[in-house]
């Protein structure tokens, strides 16, 4: 399985419609648009998975294709290191204690 990031989302995107989207490209195995913890809005981004084959051709077809008024970001989804720039939470000055 391929995981896809799918970024750029309009606010009232759901997840049957995402599946919808995909499906018209292959079997989509999963979908996981992303709330925020706090507030549980949604965040306007969100994951895809499918076999790699399938993927690869939606993400071809449906990166920068118009989803409620937004061009949609679509590509394959990096795993998130708990390393880099200011560790886990982000920024890139180091602390100063």
């Not at 391929?2 to 599946?19: C, H, M, Q």
């Not at 499906?23 to 895809?48: C, K, M, W, Y």
């Not at 076999?51 to 118009?66: F, P, V, W, Y």
């Amino acid at each position: 399985m391929t995981k896809i990031y799918v970024g750029n989302l309009p606010f009232s995107a759901t997840d049957s419609e995402i599946r919808e989207l995909f499906a018209q490209h292959g079997t989509v195995e999963s979908v996981s648009l992303i709330n925020d913890r706090e507030t549980g809005r949604p965040r306007g981004f969100g994951f895809v998975e499918m076999s790699r084959a399938d993927a690869t051709r939606a993400i071809q077809a449906l990166n920068g294709k118009d989803l409620g008024g937004r061009p949609l970001r679509v590509n394959e989804a990096q795993e998130r290191g708990a390393g880099g720039p200011g560790g886990p939470r982000g920024g890139g000055a180091p602390r100063r204690w």
